[in-house]
T-cell receptor, first 114, second 113 residues
Framework: DTGVSQDPRHKITKRGQNVTFRCDPI?????LYWYRQTLGQGPEFLTY????????KSRLLSDRFSAERPKGSFSTLEIQRTEQGDSAMYLC????????????FGPGTRLTVT | DQQVKQNSPSLSVQEGRISILNCDYT??????FLWYKKYPAEGPTFLIS?????DKNEDGRFTVFLNKSAKHLSLHIVPSQPGDSAVYFC????????????FGKGITLSVRP
């Protein structure tokens, strides 16, 4: 399967703990995006990378959030000192430079902060 | 400020009939419009798109219509099938500004056998 993969699929953590999620995009895709979806809402943009460069961050991405894409391939999203309001589905998507507007999503990581 | 509105949270249609899902937007900078379909516990799946220079795009059973002056688009599915039951998101993008999709809240479509 050459689609976007995310790991883990589910994460339960206690408030105050740090968590890290991984996303592996479609191999030839040079753009990678992170979105967050809460119940009853559509996905909301968090940040995106072109190759290894992080080009834009949403104001939703507080200082507790950090994303990296060190070699322009996989990406990680870390949340420090988690809060209950961080509970959501975290979605990763990738796209190809020639048709970058068509973004292909992974299955998501569901985070529950207790 | 909600830039993308999908005002009907749900729609139920009979198998074989037409499903019409509507979307309104406010940002005139949007110039490309995508529809995504989402099943529970899965990520959104790209369905069909339309550029702002067109008013219609068709792909099999799916057709998207765009009315730029009204800032309105619609997705038509005909004939509807039970496997089409899912949440449908309208997601415009401004290709000149940045590459983020701006999603509506989604419409839950149920197709009755």
């Amino acid at each position: 399967d050459t689609g976007v993969s995310q790991d883990p699929r589910h994460k339960i953590t206690k408030r105050g703990q740090n968590v890290t999620f991984r996303c592996d995009p479609i191999s030839e895709h040079n753009r990678l995006y992170w979105y967050r979806q809460t119940l009853g809402q559509g996905p909301e943009f968090l940040t995106y990378f072109q190759n290894e460069a992080q080009l834009e961050k949403s104001r939703l991405l507080s200082d507790r959030f950090s994303a990296e894409r060190p070699k322009g391939s996989f990406s990680t999203l870390e949340i420090q000192r988690t809060e209950q309001g961080d509970s959501a589905m975290y979605l990763c998507a990738s796209s190809l430079g020639t048709s970058w507007h068509e973004q292909y999503f992974g299955p998501g990581t569901r985070l529950t902060v207790t | 400020d909600q830039q993308v509105k999908q005002n009907s949270p749900s729609l139920s249609v009979q198998e074989g009939r037409i499903s019409i899902l509507n979307c309104d937007y406010t940002n005139s900078m949007f110039d490309y419009f995508l529809w995504y379909k989402k099943y529970p516990a899965e990520g959104p799946t790209f369905l069909i798109s339309i550029s702002s220079i067109k008013d219609k795009n068709e792909d099999g059973r799916f057709t998207v219509f765009l009315n730029k002056s009204a800032k309105h688009l619609s997705l038509h599915i005909v004939p509807s099938q039970p496997g089409d039951s899912a949440v449908y998101f309208c997601a415009p993008i401004s290709t000149g500004a940045n590459s983020k999709l701006t999603f509506g809240k989604g419409i839950t479509l149920s197709v009755r056998p």
